[in-house]
């Protein structure tokens, strides 16, 4: 099912254009010369709600950019398109579905309707479910098949069944259980199933297996050794699968197939994509690790940025103007990648919590109409932790030849004792994104003595746009209000690039010859190769060197 054509292009709409002129006067526009010019940018490029301070002053545009890319929104119908999520209309197109991750954190009480069912009392119930469940890992009563305790928690899953709990289980670790351990499994390398289950006695190990579709090879390859692992443990006595392990998937039928009970299985629906899953019962070995309680928090940090985005006018819409300003540099002054940096060990993960969120959102080729676009869309994430990334491949952001546009994120209150380090940690943010603007000058080198020999190798134009987001403190609220911030700028990425940002048909590809080649890499005898002869001769190699 694809969508009508638009009434005009994107690249026909008037502030479209009138952007496209803007981007050529702006070109050599400095950030410093934005500052001078504009006494009052800071006070009007920033705002405190939502429980941080989100600074987007360094960035380069000028208060024209802004309504030029508010003009572009409102012509592209992101208000619209805003509502009709909400509304549970199917937008995404080619799955024909609703794209409804706004549900899974609605309040007990509202209603969202998919095809005339609310779905809302659905979502609570799998919470509740999901509360009994970790309330009783948590407390001891769960045990497993010899009745000892539960001590190791470990989640199978990849892509949006791994990475949303992995990085929030991380950035939420010192609100967890420390008694608990939990791991987390996602590569179809056996050597990281090995690893995480080292030295773990399997009758204090409980498996929560996440697939949506339980169609995946890795999940359930990684979830087969898991129940040979466990099945050995116990001299091959299937009841013990009830007790150590329990399932999180759209598909009963798959589940029940693999042998777990599906009273030990909690659902969701084809409304939530995987990548937006995390606070659905995908999030279940979180919940184990955090408690209810704070899941609960975390969701009221999510619902605080939905009622943001679709309440708030545009200009002053924290999401929105996120969204707007990657256009600005996807579309407009050519920027390929866009940086994350979170200024946080409790963060490390979100760079590629993120990877996956924008770029399997946003990496398509063709509008919902189906017409190929004739501008770019999705952009490049990646990042590391600061102060780690300063120490590798800021050198490039600073004097190398691309523009990178960056996020800072950073958390004002430290949770640990070392309050010194933390202000030192901060302290680089401040200091990166001020460099990132204003670099040093020729003039100012002199100034300071610098041999005038030197002089070229040590200028820093500056000029790299910076955004900064500072939580007032990494909370569970506060993390799904920075995860709902960057799910709503994805979105309205798409909306003005016309795409659909919920369907993922590119990883079906290399997921369907993987599973050819891998019958041909184990076959008997030579398989004949009907693959190009690069590919042939790669499996030709491989099966030589396992003695094939
Ligand atoms: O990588 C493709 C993908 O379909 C992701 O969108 C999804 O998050 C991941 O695989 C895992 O899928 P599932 O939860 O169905 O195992």
Redesign the pocket.
């Known amino acids: 099912m694809m969508a009508p054509k638009p009434a005009r292009a994107l690249t026909e709409l008037p502030a479209w254009r009138e952007l496209e002129q803007h981007a050529r006067d702006m070109k050599d526009v400095t950030l410093r010369e934005l500052f001078d010019e504009d006494p009052f940018r800071v006070r009007d490029f920033s705002f405190d709600e939502l429980g941080l301070y989100a600074d987007f002053a360094k960035n380069r545009v000028t208060r024209d950019t802004m309504r030029m890319l508010l003009d572009l929104a409102e012509q592209a119908g992101l208000s619209e398109r805003i509502e009709a999520m909400f509304a549970g209309d199917k937008i995404n197109v080619s799955e024909d579905r609703a794209v409804l991750h706004v549900a899974l954190r609605a309040d007990r009480n509202a209603t969202i309707d998919v095809d005339g069912h609310n779905v809302v009392p659905d979502v609570h119930e799998v919470l509740d479910r999901m509360a009994a469940f970790a309330d009783k890992v948590r407390s001891g009563e769960w045990t497993g098949h010899t009745g000892k305790r539960i001590r190791n928690v470990i989640n199978i899953?990849?892509?949006?069944?791994d990475l949303g709990p992995r990085m929030a289980y991380q950035a939420l670790l010192p609100f967890s259980d420390r008694d608990l351990r939990v791991e987390f499994v996602s590569n179809i390398d056996g050597a990281e199933f090995v690893e995480a289950t080292r030295g773990l006695d399997p009758a204090e190990t409980i498996f929560i297996v996440?697939?949506?579709?339980?169609?995946?090879l890795e999940?359930l390859t990684n979830a087969g050794a898991a129940r040979d692992w466990v099945l050995a443990a116990f001299n091959g006595d299937t009841a013990a699968v009830a007790r150590h392990f329990v399932a999180v998937s759209t598909n009963a039928d798959g589940v029940r197939e693999f042998g777990i009970d599906t009273d030990n299985m909690f659902g969701f629906w084809d409304w939530v994509?995987?990548?937006y899953s995390f606070d659905s019962a995908v999030g279940l070995s979180l919940m184990v690790a955090v408690g209810p309680d704070n899941f609960t928090e975390m969701l009221a940090g999510f619902r605080a940025v939905d009622e943001h985005v679709r309440k708030t006018k545009l200009d002053r819409n924290i999401p929105v103007l996120m969204g707007l300003l990657s256009v600005w540099y996807n579309n407009f002054l050519g920027a390929q990648t866009q940086a994350v940096l979170p200024y946080s060990h409790y963060l490390a993960h979100l760079p590629a919590y993120f990877q996956q969120l924008e770029m399997?959102s946003n990496g398509k080729h063709v509008t919902l109409a189906g017409d190929q676009v004739d501008y770019q869309t999705g952009q490049i994430i990646w990042g590391q932790p600061g102060t780690n990334g300063q120490h590798a491949f800021y050198q490039l952001i600073h004097q190398g030849t691309k523009l990178i546009p960056c996020d800072f994120i950073g958390v004002a209150k430290p949770l640990s004792d070392l309050e010194h380090q933390h202000d030192l940690l901060i302290a680089n943010v401040f200091a990166q994104t001020e460099a990132l603007a204003f670099g040093r000058s020729e003039k100012e080198l002199r100034d300071a003595g610098s041999p005038e020999a030197q002089i070229p190798h040590r200028v820093c134009k500056g000029n790299q746009p910076t955004t900064t987001l500072m939580l007032d403190q990494l909370s569970p609220r506060s993390l799904g209000t920075l995860i709902a911030l960057y799910e709503h700028k994805v979105l309205t990425e798409g909306v003005i690039w016309g795409i659909d940002s919920f369907d993922?048909w590119g990883?079906e590809l290399g997921k369907i010859l993987a599973g050819t080649i891998a019958d041909e890499v184990t076959a008997d005898g030579a398989p004949s190769l009907k693959h190009d002869e690069s590919t042939s001769e790669l499996i030709r190699r491989y099966r030589k060197s396992r003695g094939r």
Request: charged share 15%; glycine share 26%; proline share 0%.
């Open positions: 899953g990849i892509g949006g069944s996440c697939s949506k579709s339980w169609h995946t999940t994509g995987g990548r399997e993922q990883v």
